[in-house]
């Protein structure tokens, strides 16, 4: 069993939660894991990490990173850095040894500007919205695969925020994904009111309109909370474009499906930026990724890579006992 599969293995499903268009399944660990590290948004708001453009002229798809705490610094794929030259999301999860300095990868996400507003940045209160986010993971990992480094496709990622837009019928000045976020405002605070965390929680599984399309797990409950409402905002900007009853729930074979699929797929590894190792998750209709540290999963996100939200048709139907000997419902 590999260490994707094994770390999925001991996680119970809760009951879902659902706010018009979002529903969340809890994904609860037996055994709580207290954080070694700082989170993003405390190491910033301590002073103990600065993160500034590579140099004076900047690129764009990295940014400097210096840690001067003595703890190890969590960023996780897609959360965004305003500031600097242009706002950024990060390209994977990465923890930043104590008294490190690292270049990491990023993605633009502001394609209108390139003057400095900031000598360095901050933290945002959001991650990439999910759609493109998922599309991003895509191509991090395809690239990972191929040799080229944690990039990812630049063009791709600003039609997303340009569709988007689009779709929302709102201009930004710099194409700035933060000025969508903040043109929802109001809908998607009530989204983060809606949803808490549960006693226990280390992840959820995310579904819109009644179909499953994401997972995040952190492995430790502490962090998770911390993050949760930066995730519902990323998932509620998808969910606010959602068609439909705003009462459909899918049902929780769907969820334990999801797992399966993710527990049952290939996992790559590649050296991790920063501390421990990189893991690619790919299968047929899910793509994701991770960051191992020693023996221990510290962080996975995926995404369904097809929009297919159904549950598998060998589980769809049955009671949630029976689908799995492997991912329990808590009761």
């Not at 001067?68 to 305003?82: A, K």
């Not at 900031?118 to 395809?142: L, M």
């Not at 959820?204 to 995040?216: D, P, Q, R, Y």
């Not at 527990?263 to 990724?289: D, H, N």
């Amino acid at each position: 069993m590999n260490t994707i599969a094994s770390a999925l293995d001991t996680l119970s499903i809760g009951t879902p939660q659902h706010f018009r268009h979002l529903t969340v399944f809890p994904l609860v660990h037996p055994t709580p894991r207290a954080p070694f590290y700082l989170t993003l948004d405390e190491a910033l708001a301590q002073g103990v990490i600065q993160v500034t453009e590579v140099s004076k002229g900047g690129h764009v798809p990295e940014l400097l990173l210096i840690n001067r705490g003595d703890r190890p610094v969590l960023l996780i794929d897609g959360e965004e850095l305003v500031g600097a030259k242009q706002n950024r999301v990060l390209n994977l999860t990465i923890l930043a040894a104590p008294y490190s300095e690292l270049v990491i990868p990023v993605s633009c996400v502001e394609q209108g500007r390139w003057s400095a507003v900031s000598p360095e940045f901050c933290a945002s209160p959001r991650v990439h919205f999910a759609a493109g986010r998922a599309a991003k993971v895509a191509s991090v990992s395809d690239r990972l695969a191929e040799g080229q480094g944690a990039v990812s496709n630049q063009s791709e990622v600003w039609h997303h925020i340009a569709e988007k837009a689009a779709r929302m019928d709102h201009h930004s000045e710099t194409g700035a994904m933060a000025d969508l976020f903040r043109h929802a405002e109001q809908d998607l605070e009530a989204y983060v009111r809606a949803f808490s965390a549960a006693p226990g929680q280390a992840g959820a599984i995310f579904a819109l309109g009644g179909k499953v399309v994401g997972l995040e797990v952190l492995f430790s409950p502490d962090t998770f909370a911390k993050l949760l409402p930066k995730l519902i905002r990323s998932y509620a900007l998808d969910a606010i474009e959602t068609p439909g009853d705003h009462s459909s729930i899918p049902p929780a074979d769907s969820a334990v499906s999801f797992l399966r699929q993710l527990a049952a797929a290939e996992a790559q590894e590649s050296p991790a930026i920063g501390l421990g190792k990189t893991l690619r998750l790919k299968a047929a209709k899910a793509v994701g990724i991770g960051l191992q540290v020693e023996e221990l999963l510290i962080h996975l996100a995926a995404f369904r890579s097809n929009g297919d939200g159904d549950a598998d048709p060998s589980t769809s139907g049955t009671r949630m006992g029976r689908a799995s000997q492997r991912f329990r419902r808590r009761s």
